[in-house]
């Protein structure tokens, strides 16, 4: 850095130049940069601070909760709609009037009678007493038979007790729900029921507060339906216990970057969305009682179709 010099200074009396010695004129040189210098421990301090506030404002955003369906009040329908991911791009020719163009959420309480939901909770609960998870989450699938059972899974029809806790009305009454379901999904989404297909995996599921043992019962982490599977086209969830009454914790959250939506459990409650990455969502750790819901999915690939499931004895 170049240092300015400054004019000699002159003495009160006769006007000549005053020489300076050569401390004075050196500390003169010394202390003239400190004025240019940087202060960067200031700087570097209030680029935090700055850095501090504004990722407040960032997970202050994030972690808002705002109610798209609240569990005390009664929703005919309700719906929004949003655009779509980049996910079914490759798809939009393969499966023409099936795959998403028009994207969103919705909500009914109207499209399943809450006793219908009761006697799919009373077949769940039947069922999860052939097992059940060590941990805090545990799945009941008619299709697969598959059932949790400690830290693994089973397959329920090769149990012996699998007579006595099913009958043929359960599955009658499955699929008659299972289908109300399916065609409210494609009228909302202005798609063809006879295109759009049940796929695996649709399972009943139970959460508790109880901790978690294996992977499987971390419920809670944000998530992409399609990517983890990928056939995976509309998901839908029909709750079976209520929020607040039954459980606590445990709502139903999609991950939005203005603020969180938030699906508060109803009996008899349906939730459908498009399964892409413009509905990341998770659940909430259920904090005291007991969570049942049925998620039910559908694809527009027939190939991953999966028919009703049958009682096997």
């Known amino acids: 850095m170049t240092v300015k010099q400054r004019n000699p200074r002159k003495s009160a009396g006769n006007g000549k130049p005053v020489p300076r010695s050569a401390d004075s004129s050196r500390t ?20 935090l601070l700055i850095i501090g506030i504004m990722a407040t404002v960032y997970f202050t955003k994030r972690d808002s909760m705002m109610p798209f369906a609240k569990q005390k009040e009664e929703i005919n329908k309700r719906s929004v709609d949003i655009s779509c991911s980049e996910d079914y791009t490759e798809e939009l020719r ?6 998403p163009r028009k994207c969103g959420r919705v909500v009914w309480d ?18 999860l007493t052939l097992g059940g998870s060590a941990g805090g989450a545990s799945i009941l699938d008619l299709h697969s038979g598959a059932l949790s059972q400690g830290n693994a899974f089973i397959n329920m029809y090769k149990l012996d007790a699998i007579k006595t806790v099913f009958n043929q009305d359960d599955f009658r ?8 379901i399916h065609q409210a999904i494609a009228n909302h989404f202005g798609i063809s029921q006879d295109g759009l297909y049940l796929t695996h995996p649709t399972f009943f599921s139970r959460i508790t507060s109880a901790p978690p043992k294996t992977i499987h019962d971390e419920y809670w982490h944000p998530h992409v339906d399609k990517e983890t599977y990928e056939s995976f086209h509309y998901t839908s969830l029909l709750y079976l216990t209520d929020y607040g009454q039954d459980f606590e914790g ?4 999609f991950v939005d970057k203005d603020s969180n939506k938030t699906v508060e459990p109803r009996r ?3 939730s459908a969305f498009t399964s892409g990455s413009e509905n990341l969502h998770y659940v909430e750790p259920v904090t005291s009682g ?15 179709a999966i028919t009703d499931p049958k009682l096997r004895t």
């Open 110 to 127: 109207s499209v399943i009678h809450p006793s219908e939901a009761s006697a799919l909770l009373n077949i769940a609960q039947r069922g």
């Open 94 to 99: 393969q499966f023409q009037g099936c795959t």
């Open 290 to 304: 007991t969570r049942y819901a049925i998620t039910v999915s559908f694809t527009c690939d027939p190939t991953h």
């Open 268 to 270: 008899g409650r349906v």
């Open 250 to 253: 445990g709502r139903f959250i």
């Open 28 to 47: 003169e040189v010394e202390e003239t940069p400190s004025k240019y210098r940087i202060d960067w421990r200031r700087i570097v301090t209030r680029l």
């Open 173 to 180: 009454i499955y699929s008659h729900i299972k289908n109300k």
